[in-house]
């Protein structure tokens, strides 16, 4: 037997028009069933993972570790900024921008590469999809992978510990004046050398920039 046999679908043959999927009552119910279920896992999740905010007992600033968050998807994209460091600061943007913008392109070009048209009416053989299913669960499992792995020790829910009005002034509200903030002040501050870029330690405080917000993240308590 061949590898690949053509099936001839009988709904596809004149005359038109024919009894094809329709999108009432069948695909409309079967999307509206995964939708529910979807839905009903996020807030089954979200109860679940509450982030704890009562007044009485705040949470904890190192709270929150191995607590699955939304902003885990974006430390893998952050770890770049912590450990290039120094000489290998030149190497950022591959990893910060080109690798990510390879992924996006490579998901649109999909349909293109792996299209209907070239299978259509054509029964793949068992070792291919065997192949191409390994490909897929092995994609989704690296990426899930780097998502969980860089994202677990973050202290996600301990936030609302410190940025919080009883902290002090606008500690729960970003920077009125951010913008003019960081162009001007801070960059006066960097000059006189108050701040320094990038410093771990020693004397004075080190310029926030994006490695300082990403250990800040995962340990509070000691980058602050």
């Known amino acids: 037997m061949a590898e690949h046999e053509i099936i001839r679908d009988p ?3 004149p005359p038109y028009p024919q009894e094809f999927y329709r999108f009432w009552p069948r695909h ?3 999307v509206a069933v995964a939708v529910v279920i979807t839905l009903a896992a996020i807030i089954a999740l979200s109860v679940y993972f509450t982030v704890p905010t009562d007044p009485n007992m705040p949470p904890l600033p190192t709270e ?3 607590i699955p968050a939304p902003e885990w998807y974006l430390f893998t994209l952050f770890q770049p900024f912590w450990y290039l460091t120094g000489d290998n600061v030149s190497l950022r943007p591959i990893f ?3 690798v990510p913008l390879g992924v996006v392109v490579f998901l649109l070009l999909t ?3 792996f299209g209907r048209k070239r299978w259509s009416g054509v029964r793949i053989g068992l070792g291919k999809r065997v192949l191409f299913w390994a490909l897929a669960v092995g994609l989704w499992s690296a ?3 780097g998502v969980w ?3 677990y020790p973050a202290k996600t829910t301990g936030c609302v510990s410190c940025h919080n009005p009883m902290m002090g002034v606008r500690q729960a509200l970003p920077p009125a004046n951010m913008g003019k903030f960081f162009r001007e002040e801070r960059a006066r501050q960097i000059k006189v050398g108050r701040y320094r870029i990038g410093a771990e330690g020693g004397v004075g405080q080190s310029y926030k ?3 300082w917000q990403l250990r800040h993240f995962y340990e509070p308590t000691m980058t602050w």
């Open 11 to 13: 709904k596809y043959d």
């Open 28 to 30: 409309a119910i079967k």
């Open 64 to 66: 929150g570790e191995f």
């Open 96 to 98: 910060t921008f080109w």
């Open 111 to 113: 349909p293109f590469i």
């Open 143 to 145: 990426l899930m992978a």
């Open 149 to 151: 792995g860089s994202g």
């Open 209 to 211: 920039d994006a490695n």
